[in-house]
């Protein structure tokens, strides 16, 4: 998981298996806490956050990235 700033966290797009899947998984990333926005950018996902718990958000995101099978950028 790569952090480009305190309240940006980029991690690499998933595979999604239909719509509903991926409305499941930006749900979740909009629930998040102190979510702002994500942009995606080539097969990149950003996640920004207007303030936030850092080690919670990064446990989350890891949970998150298990659950769909997400690569971590480096």
Not at 12 to 19: I, L
Request: charged residues 25%.
């Amino acid at each position: 998981m790569r952090t480009n700033n305190m309240n940006d966290l980029t991690i690499e797009g998933p595979v999604f298996y239909g719509e509903e899947d991926e409305n499941i998984f930006f749900q979740c990333i909009y629930n998040l806490s102190g979510f702002k926005e994500v942009v995606g950018a080539g097969t990149a996902l950003t996640i920004s956050f207007h303030s936030c718990n850092a080690e919670k958000v990064k446990e989350q995101i890891e949970v998150l990235c298990r659950r769909w099978d997400t690569k971590i950028c480096t």
